[in-house]
């Protein structure tokens, strides 16, 4: 069985060793690919939040480029980075932020084998509003559709809390985006979840997916023709304590060993740390919690999510 893991956070501060502020150890995530690929994990898009975060996942990609790509975008947490610079009332209506976005992202397409696989993480987030208000985010999702336009990537979209803006908003670009796009981490409800595939979008899931009962009739009903698998690492790990979920998880191979990150030896894996070696179960609990096999579910998502984003 292949996985493609389409949410993994490289930019985090726990990658490069850093636990609230300190730093506990050296980067290892040469070691975090090697524990991918050995539990099957054959392709991984890492995910950038901010403009600050694509030169850190270029440098990534071009040393990994047979197993990593990523997208290029600005998070609904930094909606306000698109905007510190730039005087609203100014004569020439110029972002600069979002023209570097599009140039950068204009000559990494114009690459014999791009680094790039979509557009995102964009879309709105209404449950931290301390990091940006809702008019910010709403602002900062249309002028980055807009941009999606130009650059004809499939886009990764994030929604928390928010979906009938999300839609409201979303809805009248998709004509001009044929290549649609995917929902990751998604925590919503069945009725939002089949909305946005009304729309002709991908769900992915993971840890935080499985949570509540509300979620686990959600990930019940997500066709697998519009399945994805993701880790979102380092975040949303499985609940090792969640009996709703432990009963599928007795075929799954052990994870490696792992230690606190204060006693960190590399080669293992670190505590509460989420890596991508873990997507094989999050596939177990949804070939669960759907009643089919894990292998039908390990096939429809790596299929989905390679004719999404890796193109060749």
Known sequence: MRFFDVAVTFTADQFRGIYRGKKYHEP???EVLNRA???????IMLTTMSLTGVEQNLQLVREFPELCKMTIGV??????EIYADHDEGSKDGHNTHLEQIQQLAKSLLAEISSPLAAFGEIGLDYVYLDCADKDTQKRAFRDQLELATQLQLPLFLHVRESTADFISILKPYLPRLPRGGLVHSFAGTKDEMLQLVELGLDISVNGISFRTDEQIEMVKYI????????TDAPWCELSSNDTKINQFLEAARPLPPSRKHNKFILGQMVKTRNESCTIERVAFVV???K???MEEVAEAAWRNSCRMFWQT
């Not at 690929?37 to 392709?43: I, L, S, T, V």
Request: net charge negative; charged share 25%; with cysteine.
């Open 28 to 30: 290892d995530f040469a």
């Open 37 to 43: 690929k050995d539990y099957g994990c054959e392709k």
């Open 75 to 80: 998070h609904p947490y930094h909606a306000c």
């Open 223 to 230: 066709p697998l023709d519009r399945l994805q698998l993701e």
């Open 287 to 289: 070939a669960g919690l």
């Open 291 to 293: 009643g089919v096999t």
